[in-house]
């Protein structure tokens, strides 16, 4: 039997721990519970560090869509060389983090 891979790393999923469900499109866009996959925590993570809510909404709400931008590219090379168990917080872009500075009161 061939365990469940990770969507977005194709990694083999390891412990509970290190795993968690991602909504294709966000709860709070009107996402459903049948849009979720399951996915490395760390992979899930790096997902929400490079996209918006809003972005994941309108445009990254596939995992072929997700997969076809350059930062997660770079990500998959670089994760895949780390066990399935492997987690380190990952830092958010300097795209998002200027975005949510331009976007304060």
């Known amino acids: ?10 990694r083999v999923l390891g412990s509970e721990a290190t795993i968690s469900k991602h909504h294709l499109t966000p709860k709070s866009r009107g996402g459903k ?12 993570q790096k997902i929400h560090s490079v996209f ?4 994941l909404k ?6 072929g869509k ?9 990500f998959i090379k670089w994760v895949a060389k780390r066990h399935p168990d492997f987690y380190q ?3 958010t872009t300097n795209r ?10």
């Open 89 to 91: 917080r990952n830092q």
């Open 66 to 74: 997700l997969l076809e931008h350059e930062e997660i590219k770079k």
């Open 52 to 55: 918006s809510i809003k972005e």
């Open 58 to 63: 309108d445009e990254y709400h596939t995992i």
């Open 33 to 44: 519970n049948s849009e979720l996959v399951t996915l490395h925590n760390i992979c899930h």
């Open 96 to 105: 998002r983090k200027l975005e949510y500075l331009t976007k304060r009161p």
């Open 1 to 10: 039997m061939e365990k469940e891979k990770c969507l977005i790393c194709n």
